[in-house]
């Protein structure tokens, strides 16, 4: 019948499905799955905190949803929020596909659980590696290092070379910049041999050589066990 009545083509956009409790507040866990199975409902209200972060299959949230806080970090898919939607505490957004609100939207908004204002969220483009030198804070260091970019971190400000080497790809460093009051900001600067392109990789700031470095990305604790025959 439904082919029928529409000349042989079946919609594609699902039918929402509203249960008999759309209209009392449901818990954070049971929200995620509905909305994740597209069986949501406008207006739908959530106990609590709302996570639906790491969700490739988000791609809107139901409108004048309401929640106390919301993680929708690593949503790549979401470009938007919804209309009317009411966040109690926070949102987090750090890897989403949100790249900008409305001037004066009132939300307070987290980068891997640093508050941030607009500028650090949506405006990378505008932060700078002396800004990242000249903040205190090292939280939001942290998260700056990470909006501005390895690769563009390390052209600006420069870097101690502790060990460099060669493999494959052809020479390899690892480069370190210090800080006073937190650790290393350190990775391993490689180039892929098939294709040239230079690759900046993070590491832990212990590490002494090329080789430990490149070994702990390869998932080695004990350097020593890695002896790969190429390295890419």
Same mark, same amino acid.
Request: with cysteine; proline share 5%; glycine share 8%.
């Given at each position: 019948?439904?082919?029928?009545?529409?000349?042989?083509?079946?919609?594609?956009?699902?039918?929402?499905?509203?249960?008999? &409790?759309?209209?009392?507040?449901?818990?954070?866990? +049971?929200?995620?799955?509905?909305?994740?199975?597209?069986?949501?409902?406008?207006?739908?209200?959530?106990?609590?905190?709302?996570?639906?972060?790491?969700?490739?299959?988000?791609y809107n949230l139901p409108?004048?949803?309401?929640?106390?806080? *919301?993680?929708?970090?690593?949503?790549?898919n979401l470009t938007s *929020?919804?209309?009317?939607?009411?966040?109690?505490?926070?949102?987090?957004?750090?890897?989403?596909?949100?790249?900008?609100?409305?001037?004066?939207?009132?939300?307070?908004? +987290?980068?891997? $659980?640093?508050?941030?204002?607009?500028?650090?969220?949506?405006?990378?483009?505008?932060?700078?590696?002396?800004?990242?030198?000249?903040?205190?804070?090292? &939280?939001? +260091?942290?998260?700056?290092? &990470?909006?501005? $970019?390895?690769?563009?971190?390390?052209?600006?400000?420069?870097?101690?070379?502790?060990?460099?080497?060669?493999?494959?790809?052809?020479?390899?460093?690892?480069?370190?910049?210090?800080? &006073?009051?937190?650790?290393?900001?350190?990775?391993?600067?490689?180039?892929?041999?098939s294709t040239g392109h230079?690759?900046? *990789? +993070?590491?832990?700031?212990?590490?002494?050589?090329?080789?430990?470095?490149?070994?702990?990305?390869?998932?080695?604790?004990?350097?020593?066990?890695?002896?790969?025959?190429?390295?890419?």
């Amino acid at each position: 019948m439904l082919k029928m009545m529409a000349n042989g083509r079946v919609p594609n956009k699902p039918v929402k499905q509203c249960p008999n &409790e759309s209209h009392e507040p449901i818990s954070g866990e +049971r929200a995620r799955k509905l909305i994740l199975e597209h069986r949501s409902w406008d207006s739908m209200r959530v106990l609590g905190h709302l996570d639906l972060s790491g969700a490739l299959e988000l791609y809107n949230l139901p409108e004048n949803l309401t929640c106390e806080s *919301l993680d929708i970090s690593d949503c790549v898919n979401l470009t938007s *929020l919804a209309k009317g939607l009411h966040v109690t505490h926070w949102i987090e957004l750090a890897g989403s596909g949100i790249t900008s609100l409305p001037g004066g939207h009132g939300f307070i908004l +987290r980068w891997r $659980g640093v508050q941030v204002n607009d500028k650090i969220a949506f405006a990378s483009q505008s932060i700078t590696g002396q800004d990242i030198l000249n903040m205190e804070n090292v &939280e939001l +260091r942290r998260v700056l290092i &990470e909006r501005l $970019g390895y690769e563009r971190f390390l052209q600006q400000v420069g870097g101690l070379v502790r060990d460099r080497d060669r493999d494959a790809g052809g020479e390899r460093q690892l480069v370190y910049i210090p800080f &006073e009051d937190d650790e290393a900001f350190m990775v391993l600067k490689v180039s892929c041999p098939s294709t040239g392109h230079t690759h900046i *990789l +993070r590491v832990p700031p212990y590490m002494q050589s090329c080789h430990q470095a490149a070994a702990w990305i390869a998932g080695f604790d004990n350097p020593d066990e890695y002896h790969p025959a190429i390295e890419a």
